[in-house]
């Protein structure tokens, strides 16, 4: 007979739940998400300074950007912005080159080297001179750390710019705009920027005119800016009366010739001559006077002087001479003096001179000489000129001879112009040893810093003067041509060849 046994009834309500559960299915549980470390592909750029921005390329950056840890060789740069695909950072300024890394909560990638470029310095003005003056004055600027390519100088004048003319690393030399105004001067570089001190504008009624070649033809130049002539092959003399500019020299007809503000004038010649040129000219109240010669065939000149475009036959030769040329011109009251050069048909050129048409010889013909300019000062008629083959060098004050002392005669020494000041002080410019000086009183001055020898051009053409300011028009070499103003140099722009001056 079996025995069955009855089970409490709470155990029974156990074992019925156990088994309905375990009749059930099973589902899967789920596993957590593994963050992935983040990855560097590129950056860029991969050098430059401190504090420059740099764009590190990748993946699994965090969106938030303080929370990506961006260092440049161990030291934390800034992260400006972040995606999960870049970020951008500045570069530490206690970085040093090496690699880049970027380490996440997920862990730390590694990036190729970010290479530290040392800065430039920036440029400094330690001062400028002059401090004051008219538009067009040339102003020197002297620092540090300038740019020796004068486009890569920046220079203004209390915000107007202006043109630099030459630069060196620790001097430029610039001209005060025209329209600037009184204010610091700041020089810029890819490098920085610089304040100096203030420069102050002043009223100037000088006006500086240069005639002689420029890049697209023959003219003048009025403080700075170009005039050019038309029908004209050569400007040799500027004179300025009133508001009317006068040039002399030679038309494209081969021809002496004259222009008052900008009109052509031809000038006669001597029967049978064909060619000549207007070296000198010179206006005395309605009247305008022109030295030079005329030649036949490019030879036999003969010594010219027209006024108001008529030859004058007042300028008589001596002796066996039948040729020669003028260079000068000066007229006061009723006397007309005229400089230049003579010679006997076979013989050396002399220095002379004439008053009203009346000769006087300055030197002997035993060696080559030419006059080569002339200025009246008061009854005083000083000639400048060169005598070829000479231990000793000259200009001429009513006919004695003045030295013009050098160092050492190893060379011509050529005196181009001459020129005497309110104060009586004379001047006169030139060349000695290819270089070009000046003298005053007959002491050399130097006018570049340019040394002998090589291939080196250059020379001072012609003077000129205006209160106590003495300007010098020639030729620097490495530099242009232009003019100096009390030693400064100003480069005309686009001049090719200077040979005349005037300040008024």
Same mark, same amino acid.
């Given at each position: 007979? =079996?025995?069955?046994?009855?089970?409490?009834?709470?155990?029974?309500?156990?074992?019925?739940?156990?088994? &309905?559960?375990?009749? =059930?299915?099973?589902?899967?549980?789920?596993?957590?998400?593994?963050?992935? =470390?983040?990855?560097?592909? +590129?950056?860029?750029?991969?050098?430059?300074?401190? !504090?420059?921005?740099?764009?590190?390329?990748?993946?699994?950056?965090?969106?938030?950007?303080?929370?990506?840890?961006?260092?440049? !060789?161990?030291?934390?740069?800034?992260?400006?912005?972040?995606?999960?695909?870049?970020?951008?950072?500045?570069?530490?300024?206690?970085?040093?080159?090496?690699?880049?890394?970027?380490?996440?909560?997920?862990?730390?990638?590694?990036?190729?080297?970010?290479?530290?470029?040392?800065?430039?310095?920036?440029?400094?003005? /330690?001062?400028?001179?002059?401090?004051?003056?008219?538009?067009?004055?040339?102003?020197?600027?002297?620092?540090? !750390?300038?740019? %020796?390519? *004068?486009?890569?100088?920046?220079?203004?004048?209390?915000?107007?710019?202006?043109?630099?003319?030459?630069?060196?690393?620790?001097?430029?030399?610039?001209?005060?705009?025209?329209?600037?105004?009184?204010? %610091?001067?700041?020089?810029?570089?890819?490098?920085?920027?610089?304040?100096?001190?203030?420069?102050? @504008?002043?009223?100037? /009624?000088?006006?500086?005119? #240069?005639?002689?070649?420029?890049?697209?033809?023959?003219?003048?130049?009025?403080?700075? #800016?170009?005039?050019?002539?038309?029908?004209?092959?050569?400007?040799?003399?500027?004179?300025?009366?009133?508001?009317?500019?006068?040039?002399?020299?030679?038309?494209?007809?081969?021809?002496?010739?004259?222009?008052?503000?900008?009109?052509?004038?031809?000038?006669?010649?001597?029967? $049978?001559? !064909? +060619?000549?040129?207007? &070296?000198?000219?010179? #206006?005395?109240?309605?009247?305008?006077?022109?030295?030079?010669?005329?030649?036949?065939?490019?030879?036999?000149?003969?010594?010219?002087?027209?006024?108001?475009?008529?030859?004058?036959? /007042?300028?008589? &030769?001596?002796?066996?001479?039948?040729?020669?040329?003028?260079?000068?011109?000066?007229?006061?009251?009723?006397?007309?003096?005229?400089?230049?050069?003579?010679?006997?048909?076979?013989?050396?050129?002399?220095?002379?001179?004439?008053?009203?048409?009346?000769?006087?010889?300055?030197?002997?013909?035993?060696? #080559?000489?030419?006059?080569?300019?002339?200025?009246?000062?008061?009854?005083? *008629?000083?000639?400048?000129?060169?005598?070829?083959?000479?231990?000793?060098?000259?200009?001429?004050?009513?006919? $004695?001879?003045?030295?013009?002392?050098?160092?050492?005669?190893?060379?011509?020494?050529?005196?181009?112009?001459?020129?005497?000041?309110?104060?009586?002080?004379?001047?006169?410019?030139?060349?000695?040893?290819?270089?070009?000086?000046?003298?005053?009183?007959?002491?050399? @001055?130097?006018?570049?810093?340019?040394?002998?020898?090589?291939?080196?051009?250059?020379?001072?053409?012609?003077?000129?003067?205006?209160?106590?300011?003495?300007?010098?028009?020639?030729?620097?070499?490495?530099?242009?041509?232009?003019?100096? =103003?009390?030693?400064?140099?100003?480069?005309?722009?686009?001049?090719?060849?200077?040979?005349? *001056?005037?300040?008024?």
């Amino acid at each position: 007979m =079996k025995k069955y046994f009855l089970l409490p009834a709470w155990l029974l309500t156990a074992c019925i739940s156990l088994m &309905m559960g375990c009749s =059930k299915s099973s589902s899967p549980i789920p596993l957590p998400l593994i963050p992935l =470390k983040p990855t560097i592909a +590129s950056i860029s750029p991969a050098t430059g300074p401190a !504090n420059t921005s740099v764009t590190i390329t990748g993946a699994n950056f965090d969106l938030t950007a303080s929370s990506n840890t961006v260092k440049f !060789n161990g030291t934390a740069g800034t992260v400006t912005s972040a995606s999960a695909t870049s970020l951008v950072v500045t570069a530490p300024a206690g970085g040093s080159s090496g690699a880049v890394t970027v380490a996440t909560s997920s862990g730390t990638a590694t990036g190729p080297n970010f290479t530290y470029l040392v800065a430039a310095p920036p440029p400094t003005i /330690t001062s400028i001179s002059p401090i004051s003056g008219p538009a067009s004055t040339v102003v020197t600027i002297t620092g540090t !750390n300038f740019k %020796t390519v *004068i486009t890569d100088d920046t220079v203004k004048f209390n915000g107007t710019a202006a043109t630099v003319q030459t630069a060196t690393a620790t001097v430029l030399t610039v001209v005060a705009p025209t329209g600037g105004s009184t204010g %610091t001067v700041t020089v810029t570089t890819s490098d920085g920027k610089a304040t100096g001190a203030t420069y102050t @504008y002043t009223s100037s /009624t000088t006006s500086v005119y #240069v005639c002689g070649s420029y890049i697209t033809g023959l003219g003048y130049w009025k403080d700075g #800016v170009f005039n050019a002539l038309t029908n004209c092959l050569d400007a040799r003399s500027i004179f300025v009366s009133g508001t009317d500019v006068y040039v002399s020299g030679t038309d494209n007809s081969y021809s002496p010739a004259y222009w008052k503000n900008g009109v052509h004038n031809s000038l006669p010649m001597s029967p $049978t001559h !064909n +060619s000549g040129s207007g &070296m000198s000219i010179f #206006v005395s109240g309605p009247d305008v006077y022109v030295a030079g010669f005329d030649v036949i065939n490019g030879a036999l000149s003969r010594p010219m002087c027209w006024k108001n475009g008529v030859a004058l036959t /007042t300028v008589t &030769m001596t002796g066996a001479d039948t040729l020669g040329g003028l260079n000068g011109v000066s007229v006061s009251g009723s006397d007309v003096y005229v400089a230049g050069y003579v010679s006997p048909y076979s013989g050396n050129q002399k220095v002379a001179y004439w008053k009203n048409g009346s000769e006087v010889l300055l030197t002997d013909g035993s060696s #080559v000489a030419i006059g080569t300019g002339s200025y009246l000062n008061g009854s005083d *008629i000083y000639v400048s000129g060169y005598i070829e083959g000479v231990t000793q060098a000259y200009y001429w004050k009513n006919g $004695t001879p003045l030295a013009l002392n050098t160092p050492v005669i190893t060379g011509t020494c050529y005196g181009r112009s001459v020129f005497v000041s309110g104060a009586g002080d004379a001047y006169v410019v030139g060349e000695y040893q290819g270089l070009a000086k000046y003298w005053k009183n007959g002491t050399m @001055y130097d006018l570049t810093t340019t040394s002998p020898g090589g291939l080196v051009s250059e020379a001072a053409f012609s003077v000129a003067g205006s209160g106590t300011d003495i300007y010098i028009a020639g030729l620097y070499s490495g530099k242009g041509a232009g003019y100096w =103003k009390n030693g400064v140099f100003t480069v005309l722009p686009g001049a090719q060849s200077v040979a005349c *001056i005037f300040v008024k």
